[in-house]
């Protein structure tokens, strides 16, 4: 038993990784061998065994705790006492609350669309030149990257000196606008545009997931489509607008909803930049500063749950697509 | 179907990545003397030793472990681990040191877990009370009491208590109220070290007169935004409105928001958002809300600032190579009293040392950290940046002058000594809206008043 | 919506030579307005890049210069130590090495694992009619909104009782149980894509569930799983919160994250220890983005195209 637990070697250790991952494709072979030599099996013992064992690690793992989460939102800091919906009318109350949703609609609506756009502008421009594994691979370099050294490199981007002899600008923005003569700005202290430049950021590190996906689709565009429509004439921007965006619609649903939900749920760029401070904060970053800096259990259950809320359009939204296609087969 | 046919091609490496591995790989140290930073002179643990017999007293502790769980991280935490050296040696325990910089919010998740170290080093006494209150901390035993009461003055020991309860001896302790300065341009200019309040607002005036800002300072320390300023605001209440005033604001037996704290902040108003003043070599009254704390005394190195009110701890943060000394580039005096002379107050923080279980080996532990021989051997073994409140430890044993000048501090009976008052109040005030309110009280000139207003109606009820 | 092109051959498996070739002709002439373009491309790539070309600078800029001057400065006056490398590198009490080590022991099984199970949920979504599975379906893709934060009491909780706490294992899990949402939302998302005439013929040969899973969707499915594969594996690499959690008190387990983000010292500002920091957690990343890229670049959507 030790030898599972216990590894403390480098050989020891990789032969444990191997054998975890034999012992993970043992048991799912033998589920699935199972399933397929039974004559006659019934439907929901073959659903069992393509869905089963991630059901079990799904409820486990996220539905309980979501669960309990709900659960734990009407009870006070320490989980001890009902109070109803206190929790949520101190959330909704909050001074400045209306800022913090009104920065979290700001991060949700702003950063799935630049990013989905960009990537797919780009990816359309770099498809098929010479240079385009390279030019891929610089605008994949920010998702290499730590949230850590994502948090360095933007501060010596935005950061901020006087305009001062002897006083050296250390952030690069500030130096461009000293070079062209405009005094340097303060661009994490003055709201609203703060969270403007923190969503650049956000951007910029999930840009490189948009630009990937679409450009694995907009290369799976059939070829007979695009030459029938050269053979009509389209071309250009045109190409671009009737046939590339129309056929990898799919993709691009799948870009949307994923980088919102990222979106929504990400505190760190907030949390390494500003704090919260200066009028930046949102949701997310609420809920981890009540939940585990305050230890107010039960106020940031209550926030969790907004999360939870606010991502319903996103679902909706997914479910009309699902929908929609299930229609087309 | 060729579909499957597809082979992998063999991965190209950028060259750039692989001279940057190599280049990584085969660095000279090419540092400097090293009196700034981290390095400096240290004794070797292992030719160290002590009294093996206080630890006896716990039976045979040969093969046990003791898990240590702090938020003292590299480099500071090697001098830790070193430190520990003549206990396992003595005892045969094997310590074992986590340090991390999220330790706070991942104690509460291990012991609500059921996963709770056997020690933390908690930096605040509101935290120890919030986890007094969980039922997970074990009482310190006798030996440890014992200790504590000899060596460290009884407002120590009140911190270490809940309730009446004694459950958590000090260990490493800061001294904050200094300002730091450059003792050679100083004497360039002429100026002397002040050693009232009014001398230091004089001084301020004669430097402001000649177009310079006399003081820097800046607030930010990410999620933490804003504690630079409450140190401020505690060190000023306790010179203008006196140490049994303080501990009420803290406590809240008064109003946040009374008139005497008001009166505080504004004086520290007259300092810190006095555009005559601030913020040399950064800007405007402003940027002190974005300039990181690490960052703002640095302007006193290239004499675009004069004085900066930081902890002991600063000395860290100037770069490797600054001579840090009553002579050198850099030094400092502490921040005078207001008023009658006397004595400046000392604010300080530090970690106490708590324990999630009554086992022997935690409990000999426990006894050896609270001991003068631990703090010496300490001592001896860190650069510059540690000091303790033990008054068992002999300041000749510290390396760095700073460090020297607190531990004397500390040790002066003279010297009314107060915990930092936000790691005393509830964490929604001293870790939360406190920090918040200041920041916005520097980055939107928010009246004091309104501040203060602010942070008593969001006092927890209960 | 346009009409559904079956297309009964994906893109690949034309003859990759002639494919190629034929490939090249048609841009040279889709690209007309190609220099403008690649103009703009540029332009973008260099713009996202400075900022990173930054770090990589101010890694091997002293300490001093770093706080003082932008690192743009190194043009004029160029100022290099290998002291900040050194530092990170040897100056600490953990050893690198072993450190990377963790790392890449934590982020295999926490790749191979949640792939695994996603491919087998995503195919029973996508081509098992059973009663409930839409509803099913929005459920687990609902599930990506948890918030980590709030599950980890729960389930270190559980480690914690299970006797796990502390070992490779409850970091494997966990990430594999995070990553599920995500990865049966996008691999579910590939696979019904696949052009339900190729599903439908192997049925027609009496293939069950397990064998077309495996004969069929699997081959065509690869460049998907080659690109999800590198998400999942960035996600997991630079994760911080999970392995800080499950990984706790355990040394021999910590990944590179979790000291890279103490290299930020104490009191969080040595920036000259970060950089270089972040950049060597960087490295290997980077080569598995570089080394698999030709592979999913050749089209993620293997099979077709609806629209």
Redesign the interface.
């Given at each position: 038993m030790e030898w599972?637990?216990?590894?403390?070697t480098?050989e020891h250790?990789?032969a444990?990784?191997v054998f975890?991952?034999l012992l993970?494709?043992g048991v799912?072979g033998a589920i699935?061998?199972g399933?397929?030599r039974l004559r006659r099996v019934p439907?929901?013992v073959?659903?069992g065994?393509?869905?089963g064992?991630?059901f079990l690690?799904?409820l486990?793992?996220?539905?309980?705790?979501?669960l309990?989460?709900i659960r734990g939102s009407f009870y006070d800091r320490?989980g001890s006492e009902f109070v109803g919906l206190d929790n949520y009318v101190t959330v909704f109350t909050e001074d400045n609350f209306q800022t913090v949703l009104l920065n979290t609609v700001l991060w949700v609506v702003l950063v799935p669309l630049v990013t989905t756009v960009f990537g797919l502008v780009?990816a359309y421009?770099?498809?098929?030149?010479r240079?385009?594994?390279?030019?891929?691979?610089?605008?994949?370099?920010?998702?290499?990257?730590?949230?850590?050294?994502a948090g360095?490199?933007?501060?010596?981007?935005y950061e901020?000196?006087?305009d001062?002899p002897?006083?050296?600008?250390?952030?690069?923005l500030n130096?461009l606008l000293v070079l062209v003569g405009i005094d340097p700005q303060?661009f994490?202290?003055d709201a609203p545009s703060n969270t403007l430049y923190l969503i650049v950021v956000m951007i910029?590190i999930q840009?490189g997931?948009a630009m990937?996906?679409l450009?694995?689709?907009i290369?799976?565009?059939?070829?007979?489509?695009?030459?029938a429509a050269?053979l009509d004439g389209v071309?250009?921007v045109q190409?671009f607008r009737y046939v590339t965006v129309?056929?990898?619609?799919?993709?691009l649903?799948?870009v949307i909803?994923?980088v919102a939900?990222v979106t929504?749920?990400v505190f760190d760029v907030v949390?390494?930049?500003?704090?919260?401070?200066?009028g930046t904060s949102v949701v997310?970053n609420e809920?981890?500063?009540q939940?585990?800096?305050?230890?107010?259990f039960g106020l940031g259950?209550a926030l969790?749950v907004l999360?939870?809320v606010l991502?319903i359009p996103i679902?909706a939204y997914?479910?009309r697509q699902?929908r929609l296609?299930?229609d087309?087969? | 179907m060729n579909v499957r046919a597809r082979g992998f091609r063999s991965a190209t490496l950028g060259g750039g990545l692989v001279a940057a591995m190599v280049l990584a790989g085969c660095g000279a140290n090419d540092s400097g003397g090293s009196t700034g930073g981290s390095g400096g002179d240290t004794a070797d643990a292992a030719d160290l030793s002590i009294d093996c017999a206080p630890y006896e007293e716990f039976g045979d502790l040969e093969g046990e472990t003791v898990s240590v769980y702090t938020s003292i991280v590299d480099p500071e935490d090697q001098p830790q681990i070193d430190s520990y050296v003549p206990f396992e040696e003595c005892t045969g325990v094997d310590v074992q040191y986590e340090g991390s910089r999220e330790f706070e919010a991942q104690l509460v998740v291990r012991i609500q877990s059921g996963n709770a170290p056997d020690i933390a080093f908690i930096p605040q006494p509101g935290l120890l009370q919030t986890l007094v209150g969980t039922g997970a901390v074990s009482p310190a035993p006798e030996q440890v009491e014992a200790n504590v009461d000899e060596y460290w003055d009884e407002s120590w020991k009140g911190y270490g208590s809940v309730d009446g309860t004694f459950y958590a001896a000090p260990l490493g302790a800061n001294a904050k109220s200094f300002v730091w300065y450059s003792p050679s341009a100083f004497e360039d200019a002429g100026y002397e070290v002040p050693e009232t309040w009014d001398d230091m607002i004089a001084l301020s005036d004669e430097i402001a007169a000649t177009g310079a800002k006399p003081w820097c300072a800046g607030i930010g320390s990410g999620e933490a935004t804003g504690w630079p300023a409450t140190d401020w605001l505690e060190d000023v209440v306790l010179r203008t409105a006196g140490p049994d005033v303080y501990d009420q604001w803290v406590n809240h037996e008064i109003p946040f928001n009374d008139p005497q704290i008001v009166e505080a902040l504004n004086t520290v108003g007259d300092i810190l958002r006095n555009p005559e003043y601030v913020n040399g070599g950064l800007g405007e009254v402003q940027s002190i809300a974005s300039t990181e704390f690490g960052d703002a005394g640095l302007p006193i190195l290239d004499g675009s600032c004069w004085m900066h009110r930081q902890a002991s701890f600063y000395q860290a943060n100037w770069p490797e190579g600054t001579e840090v000394g009553p002579d050198g580039d850099v030094f400092a005096f502490p921040l005078p009293p207001i008023g009658d002379a006397g004595a400046p107050p000392v604010l300080g923080g530090g970690e106490f040392t708590t324990a999630f279980n009554d086992d022997p080996a935690t409990q000999a532990f426990q006894t050896y950290l609270s001991s003068p021989e631990w703090a010496n051997i300490k001592a001896q073994v860190s650069g510059p940046g540690w000091v303790s409140a033990n008054t068992g430890l002999d300041p000749e044993n510290l390396v760095s002058p700073i460090d020297q000048l607190a531990a004397e501090l500390f040790q002066d009976p003279e010297a009314v000594f107060r915990f930092d008052g936000s790691d005393l109040m509830p964490g929604e005030i001293g870790t939360g809206e406190l920090w918040t309110q200041l920041t916005e009280w520097i980055a939107n000139d928010k009246p004091s008043q309104a501040v203060l207003t602010d942070v008593e109606n969001a006092w927890p009820t209960s | 919506m346009t009409t559904t092109t079956p297309v009964m051959a994906p893109v690949p498996m034309q003859d990759r030579a002639t494919g190629r070739a034929g490939r090249r002709a048609a841009s040279a002439k889709t690209k007309l307005s190609s220099p403008a373009a690649s103009i703009i491309a540029i332009v973008i790539a260099v713009l996202w890049t400075v900022p990173t070309l930054g770090l990589l600078i101010t890694s091997f800029r002293p300490e001093l210069d770093i706080r003082q001057s932008g690192w743009w400065t190194f043009f004029t006056d160029p100022q290099v130590t290998l002291f900040n490398y050194n530092e990170v590198l040897y100056g600490g009490s953990t050893n690198f090495a072993s450190l990377f080590v963790n790392s890449l022991v934590i982020t295999l099984p926490a790749v191979v694992i949640p792939i695994s199970l996603a491919l087998l949920a995503a195919y029973a979504f996508a081509w098992i009619d059973f009663p409930g599975r839409n509803i099913l379906f929005v459920a687990v893709f609902s599930l990506q909104v948890v918030p980590i934060q709030v599950t980890l009491i729960p389930l270190l909780t559980l480690y914690v009782d299970a006797g796990l706490a502390g070992s490779f294992w409850t970091i494997w899990l966990s990430h594999s149980i995070f990553a599920l949402p995500l990865a049966i939302f996008l691999l579910h998302n590939f696979m019904k894509d696949i052009p339900a005439s190729l599903v439908e013929a192997a049925r027609m040969d009496g293939a069950g569930h397990v064998k077309i899973f495996f004969s069929v969707l699997l081959p065509l499915l690869t460049p998907a799983i080659a690109a999800f594969g590198v998400f999942q594996f960035l996600w997991v690499w630079n994760d911080l919160l999970v392995a800080l959690t499950f990984a706790g008190g355990a040394p021999d387990v910590v990944p590179l994250t979790v000291r890279v983000a103490e290299l930020a010292g104490t009191r969080g500002s040595d920036w000259y220890l970060l950089a270089p920091g972040a950049f060597i957690a960087m490295i290997l990343p980077l080569v598995v983005f570089l080394a698999l890229q030709r592979y999913f670049v050749r089209g993620l959507l293997a099979g077709s195209v609806k629209g």
């Amino acid at each position: 038993m030790e030898w599972f637990l216990r590894a403390d070697t480098v050989e020891h250790k990789l032969a444990l990784m191997v054998f975890a991952i034999l012992l993970f494709a043992g048991v799912m072979g033998a589920i699935l061998f199972g399933v397929d030599r039974l004559r006659r099996v019934p439907l929901w013992v073959i659903v069992g065994g393509f869905l089963g064992p991630t059901f079990l690690l799904l409820l486990v793992g996220l539905v309980y705790p979501a669960l309990s989460t709900i659960r734990g939102s009407f009870y006070d800091r320490n989980g001890s006492e009902f109070v109803g919906l206190d929790n949520y009318v101190t959330v909704f109350t909050e001074d400045n609350f209306q800022t913090v949703l009104l920065n979290t609609v700001l991060w949700v609506v702003l950063v799935p669309l630049v990013t989905t756009v960009f990537g797919l502008v780009y990816a359309y421009l770099v498809d098929r030149t010479r240079f385009e594994s390279l030019a891929k691979a610089l605008v994949f370099l920010p998702m290499a990257i730590s949230m850590v050294g994502a948090g360095v490199i933007w501060k010596f981007v935005y950061e901020f000196r006087p305009d001062q002899p002897g006083v050296n600008q250390i952030g690069l923005l500030n130096q461009l606008l000293v070079l062209v003569g405009i005094d340097p700005q303060q661009f994490l202290l003055d709201a609203p545009s703060n969270t403007l430049y923190l969503i650049v950021v956000m951007i910029w590190i999930q840009a490189g997931f948009a630009m990937t996906v679409l450009s694995a689709a907009i290369k799976a565009i059939p070829d007979d489509i695009v030459e029938a429509a050269r053979l009509d004439g389209v071309g250009g921007v045109q190409m671009f607008r009737y046939v590339t965006v129309p056929s990898i619609r799919p993709a691009l649903v799948v870009v949307i909803t994923t980088v919102a939900i990222v979106t929504l749920k990400v505190f760190d760029v907030v949390r390494t930049m500003t704090g919260g401070n200066f009028g930046t904060s949102v949701v997310a970053n609420e809920f981890y500063t009540q939940a585990f800096r305050q230890f107010n259990f039960g106020l940031g259950a209550a926030l969790a749950v907004l999360l939870f809320v606010l991502v319903i359009p996103i679902i909706a939204y997914n479910v009309r697509q699902l929908r929609l296609s299930e229609d087309v087969r | 179907m060729n579909v499957r046919a597809r082979g992998f091609r063999s991965a190209t490496l950028g060259g750039g990545l692989v001279a940057a591995m190599v280049l990584a790989g085969c660095g000279a140290n090419d540092s400097g003397g090293s009196t700034g930073g981290s390095g400096g002179d240290t004794a070797d643990a292992a030719d160290l030793s002590i009294d093996c017999a206080p630890y006896e007293e716990f039976g045979d502790l040969e093969g046990e472990t003791v898990s240590v769980y702090t938020s003292i991280v590299d480099p500071e935490d090697q001098p830790q681990i070193d430190s520990y050296v003549p206990f396992e040696e003595c005892t045969g325990v094997d310590v074992q040191y986590e340090g991390s910089r999220e330790f706070e919010a991942q104690l509460v998740v291990r012991i609500q877990s059921g996963n709770a170290p056997d020690i933390a080093f908690i930096p605040q006494p509101g935290l120890l009370q919030t986890l007094v209150g969980t039922g997970a901390v074990s009482p310190a035993p006798e030996q440890v009491e014992a200790n504590v009461d000899e060596y460290w003055d009884e407002s120590w020991k009140g911190y270490g208590s809940v309730d009446g309860t004694f459950y958590a001896a000090p260990l490493g302790a800061n001294a904050k109220s200094f300002v730091w300065y450059s003792p050679s341009a100083f004497e360039d200019a002429g100026y002397e070290v002040p050693e009232t309040w009014d001398d230091m607002i004089a001084l301020s005036d004669e430097i402001a007169a000649t177009g310079a800002k006399p003081w820097c300072a800046g607030i930010g320390s990410g999620e933490a935004t804003g504690w630079p300023a409450t140190d401020w605001l505690e060190d000023v209440v306790l010179r203008t409105a006196g140490p049994d005033v303080y501990d009420q604001w803290v406590n809240h037996e008064i109003p946040f928001n009374d008139p005497q704290i008001v009166e505080a902040l504004n004086t520290v108003g007259d300092i810190l958002r006095n555009p005559e003043y601030v913020n040399g070599g950064l800007g405007e009254v402003q940027s002190i809300a974005s300039t990181e704390f690490g960052d703002a005394g640095l302007p006193i190195l290239d004499g675009s600032c004069w004085m900066h009110r930081q902890a002991s701890f600063y000395q860290a943060n100037w770069p490797e190579g600054t001579e840090v000394g009553p002579d050198g580039d850099v030094f400092a005096f502490p921040l005078p009293p207001i008023g009658d002379a006397g004595a400046p107050p000392v604010l300080g923080g530090g970690e106490f040392t708590t324990a999630f279980n009554d086992d022997p080996a935690t409990q000999a532990f426990q006894t050896y950290l609270s001991s003068p021989e631990w703090a010496n051997i300490k001592a001896q073994v860190s650069g510059p940046g540690w000091v303790s409140a033990n008054t068992g430890l002999d300041p000749e044993n510290l390396v760095s002058p700073i460090d020297q000048l607190a531990a004397e501090l500390f040790q002066d009976p003279e010297a009314v000594f107060r915990f930092d008052g936000s790691d005393l109040m509830p964490g929604e005030i001293g870790t939360g809206e406190l920090w918040t309110q200041l920041t916005e009280w520097i980055a939107n000139d928010k009246p004091s008043q309104a501040v203060l207003t602010d942070v008593e109606n969001a006092w927890p009820t209960s | 919506m346009t009409t559904t092109t079956p297309v009964m051959a994906p893109v690949p498996m034309q003859d990759r030579a002639t494919g190629r070739a034929g490939r090249r002709a048609a841009s040279a002439k889709t690209k007309l307005s190609s220099p403008a373009a690649s103009i703009i491309a540029i332009v973008i790539a260099v713009l996202w890049t400075v900022p990173t070309l930054g770090l990589l600078i101010t890694s091997f800029r002293p300490e001093l210069d770093i706080r003082q001057s932008g690192w743009w400065t190194f043009f004029t006056d160029p100022q290099v130590t290998l002291f900040n490398y050194n530092e990170v590198l040897y100056g600490g009490s953990t050893n690198f090495a072993s450190l990377f080590v963790n790392s890449l022991v934590i982020t295999l099984p926490a790749v191979v694992i949640p792939i695994s199970l996603a491919l087998l949920a995503a195919y029973a979504f996508a081509w098992i009619d059973f009663p409930g599975r839409n509803i099913l379906f929005v459920a687990v893709f609902s599930l990506q909104v948890v918030p980590i934060q709030v599950t980890l009491i729960p389930l270190l909780t559980l480690y914690v009782d299970a006797g796990l706490a502390g070992s490779f294992w409850t970091i494997w899990l966990s990430h594999s149980i995070f990553a599920l949402p995500l990865a049966i939302f996008l691999l579910h998302n590939f696979m019904k894509d696949i052009p339900a005439s190729l599903v439908e013929a192997a049925r027609m040969d009496g293939a069950g569930h397990v064998k077309i899973f495996f004969s069929v969707l699997l081959p065509l499915l690869t460049p998907a799983i080659a690109a999800f594969g590198v998400f999942q594996f960035l996600w997991v690499w630079n994760d911080l919160l999970v392995a800080l959690t499950f990984a706790g008190g355990a040394p021999d387990v910590v990944p590179l994250t979790v000291r890279v983000a103490e290299l930020a010292g104490t009191r969080g500002s040595d920036w000259y220890l970060l950089a270089p920091g972040a950049f060597i957690a960087m490295i290997l990343p980077l080569v598995v983005f570089l080394a698999l890229q030709r592979y999913f670049v050749r089209g993620l959507l293997a099979g077709s195209v609806k629209g």
